[in-house]
């Protein structure tokens, strides 16, 4: 039924077993944190160590279900005091909230400050931070993925210039999300 109606898509898995997947943008986990959590002075933790914190659910930057997953797999159920599917709004209340949240990096870095929590055309050597902190996830055997399916090798003319334009767009955005984790999680 699958392969009639698409000609591609943009996923964060495989659609179906038949259908190639081509991860196009690849990052790691980070802990949106508050300012002033012990968690900020240190460079990398574990998910086990927010066994005690609040947790925001931030549907854009990492769903529900994963949340839940990757929290048992750390050995605890997280305490959800919020829900939203909106990251500016996610990131404000986190600091009022003295909450955390798990999200992936892609999703805090953006040119777009609306979309992303820190603004890569900010102050502070280019990262700049809207009262809150990020401290990379270690041990996680689970990076966030962006990936294109597309049936078959033909597609019209205007669905092949729009993938090309989609694959470009995620190209980019993995190269500046790895530059991103490079400077701001490794310098």
């Known amino acids: 039924m699958l392969a009639n109606q698409l000609h591609f898509a943009v996923s964060t898995e495989p659609l179906a077993e038949n259908f190639p997947w081509e991860v196009m943008l690849e990052c790691p986990m980070v802990m949106l944190i508050p300012a002033g959590h012990p968690a900020c002075r240190r460079t990398s933790v574990s998910l086990a160590d927010f066994r005690n914190d609040p947790f925001v ?88 993925r962006i990936g294109l399916t597309r049936r078959g090798k033909r597609m019209n003319e205007a669905c092949e210039e729009f993938y090309r334009t989609v694959q470009r767009y995620l190209e980019a955005k993995n190269r500046q999300v790895q530059r991103f984790v490079t400077h701001y999680y490794h310098d």
Request: aromatic share 4%.
């Open 57 to 144: 659910i931030n549907t854009m930057g990492l769903d529900e279900e994963k949340t839940l997953r990757l929290c048992a797999e750390a050995g605890f159920e997280p305490t959800i005091v919020l829900r939203t599917n909106e990251a500016y709004t996610a990131g404000n209340l986190l600091n009022r909230m003295q909450a955390v949240s798990i999200c992936s990096a892609d999703s805090i870095c953006s040119r777009l400050p609306m979309y992303g929590l820190i603004d890569s055309e900010g102050p502070a050597g280019g990262m700049g931070m809207y009262e809150r902190n990020t401290v990379l996830l270690e041990g996680l055997d689970h990076t966030h």
